[in-house]
């Protein structure tokens, strides 16, 4: 299985790096996982609605440019579907036994996805209805893709 994070911006912090890190490695043994970066414009604080709107098209743009037509695309959204790992882990393995072998995760910057992504989107996964910084979002995803591999092998791991 090939699996792309596709997310908005570098990543600065060095907590998170590492903790990234340590994930793609564990993740090495069962799929090859890479991170894709996009650029992301400035978004200051006051912006209108119409900049705001330009700022995700934009971002947007680039982040399609990085998917192929045979990928199967999962955006992160707060209003997604949320799922339990288990079902999780069961989505992830269908997608293998039925030729999807090309997965791209989207992590939006900080104005979020836009409504181009939102389109070409497969499933929209919500981690929770609680808003999490996106370069943190990362981390968590790559656990949780770790873990659905470790459930679909019936591997042991710590609850
Ligand atoms: C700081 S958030 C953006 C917040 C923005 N106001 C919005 O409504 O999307 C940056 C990105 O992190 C991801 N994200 C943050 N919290 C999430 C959650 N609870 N579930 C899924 N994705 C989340 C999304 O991809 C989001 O676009």
Redesign the pocket.
Known sequence: MKIAVIAVGKLKEKYLKQGIDEYLKRLGSYAKVQIVEVVDEKAPENMSDAEVQNVKRKEGERILSNISQDTYVIT???N?KMLTSETFATKLDELATYGKSKIAFV???????SEDVQQRSDLA????K?????QM?RMILLEQVYRAFRIMRGEPYHK
């Open positions: 992160l959204e707060i997604g992590i939006g910057g900080s104005v979020g996805i996964l919500s981690f929770s609680m808003t999490f910084p996106h979002m």
